[in-house]
T-cell receptor, first 115, second 117 residues
Framework: AQTVTQSQPEMSVQEAETVTLSCTYDTSESDYYLFWYKQPPSRQMILVIRQEAYKQQNATENRFSVNFQKAAKSFSLKISDSQLGDAAMYFCVRLSNFGNEKLTFGTGTRLTIIP | DTEVTQTPKHLVMGMTNKKSLKCEQHMGHRAMYWYKQKAKKPPELMFVYSYEKLSINESVPSRFSPECPNSSLLNLHLHALQPEDSALYLC????????????????FGSGTRLTVV
């Protein structure tokens, strides 16, 4: 099975500090997509950042950036200047580029922001 | 419009009832999905529609019946559900199936919280 592993069920960070969420995955493919989604208590799954596996450059979106290590199959999310609104469950997600449209979710990391 | 709209937001139904969940998007996305999410768990895929045709059914019990009347609308018909079917049901859409371009991603709705009593 091609799994996605998030080894940190819960994390906490002081407001304005930086936190890194870990993700590793298993795949035999060379081309695929990776995403981080957040799910706050409002329940909606919100796309935080995406990375295409064929791109070597790490994706960034404002305060969010990833460290994509393709050989190590690692895809960590760094949140800088953490804000109260960042509190949510974060899911690392992989999508095969070969068209079966099935997202593989990690088990999630619940992030708490300490004021 | 960059949203996926799901109705109702909450639903309580008895085991003998028939109800439907509705999902709508106007982003021109050609793939739509139903996911089931239990508390503190990741979503689990149920169905995928690609160009209004059912392309994936993840061995979902027949008491769940999906329908895609057009490219903007996705329904999930519920009949004779069990208490263990209580969960958050998420709808999602993506630009296209079987082919991925730039800025590819899934847009999720905020879900229907279903309770079966």
């Amino acid at each position: 099975a091609q799994t996605v592993t998030q080894s940190q069920p819960e994390m906490s960070v002081q407001e304005a500090e930086t936190v890194t969420l870990s993700c590793t995955y298993d795949t035999s493919e060379s081309d695929y997509y990776l995403f981080w989604y957040k799910q706050p208590p409002s329940r909606q799954m919100i796309l935080v950042i995406r990375q295409e596996a064929y791109k070597q450059q790490n994706a960034t979106e404002n305060r969010f950036s990833v460290n994509f290590q393709k050989a190590a199959k690692s895809f960590s999310l760094k949140i800088s200047d953490s804000q109260l609104g960042d509190a949510a469950m974060y899911f690392c997600v992989r999508l095969s580029n070969f068209g079966n449209e099935k997202l593989t979710f990690g088990t999630g990391t619940r992030l708490t922001i300490i004021p | 419009d960059t949203e996926v709209t799901q109705t109702p937001k909450h639903l309580v139904m008895g085991m003998t009832n028939k109800k439907s969940l509705k999902c709508e998007q106007h982003m021109g996305h050609r793939a739509m999905y139903w996911y089931k999410q239990k508390a503190k768990k990741p979503p689990e895929l149920m169905f995928v529609y690609s160009y209004e045709k059912l392309s994936i059914n993840e061995s979902v019990p027949s008491r769940f019946s999906p329908e895609c009347p057009n490219s903007s609308l996705l329904n999930l018909h519920l009949h004779a559900l069990q208490p263990e079917d209580s969960a958050l049901y998420l709808c999602a859409s993506s630009p296209r199936a079987a082919g991925i371009g730039q800025n590819y991603g899934y847009t999720f709705g905020s879900g229907t919280r279903l309770t079966v009593v």
